[in-house]
């Protein structure tokens, strides 16, 4: 293993980079998907996109718990197994038959 030393970068430009690496990384994975058995994330316009939402009833949704967010740096995302199964049925009783 080499050795690197680091002298000539701020806080911030060091920041920046893992920042740049971590979103990478994120997106290799999310984009590889549940072929292997890993988790599929979807970012927050994805699941709007999915279950036909606003992105203000996202967030609300995900305030109340209704939906279970993660944030990895600036980014939100959702694992789609849990969306789903956030999706529960109804029964209309207006139109039950008795």
Same mark, same amino acid.
């Given at each position: ?11 911030? %430009? ?7 690496? @971590?979103a990478?990384?994120? %997106? ?13 994330? @979807? ?5 709007? /996109? @999915? ?11 995900? /305030?109340e718990?209704?939906?279970q967010? =993660? ?6 995302? =959702?694992?789609? %197994? ?10 209309? @009783?207006?139109? /039950?038959?008795?």
């Amino acid at each position: 293993m080499e050795k690197f030393i680091i002298n000539s970068f701020t806080e911030t %430009d060091l920041k920046r980079v893992f920042r740049e690496v @971590l979103a990478e990384k994120v %997106d290799c994975e999310v984009n590889r998907g549940n072929s292997e058995g890993k988790i599929n994330y @979807l970012n927050r316009f994805e699941v709007v /996109k @999915l279950l036909k939402i606003s992105l203000p009833t996202l967030g609300n949704w995900t /305030k109340e718990g209704i939906l279970q967010s =993660y944030r990895i740096g600036k980014r939100v995302l =959702y694992r789609e %197994d849990e969306v789903n199964s956030s999706l529960q049925q109804t029964k209309n @009783l207006k139109y /039950k038959r008795g």
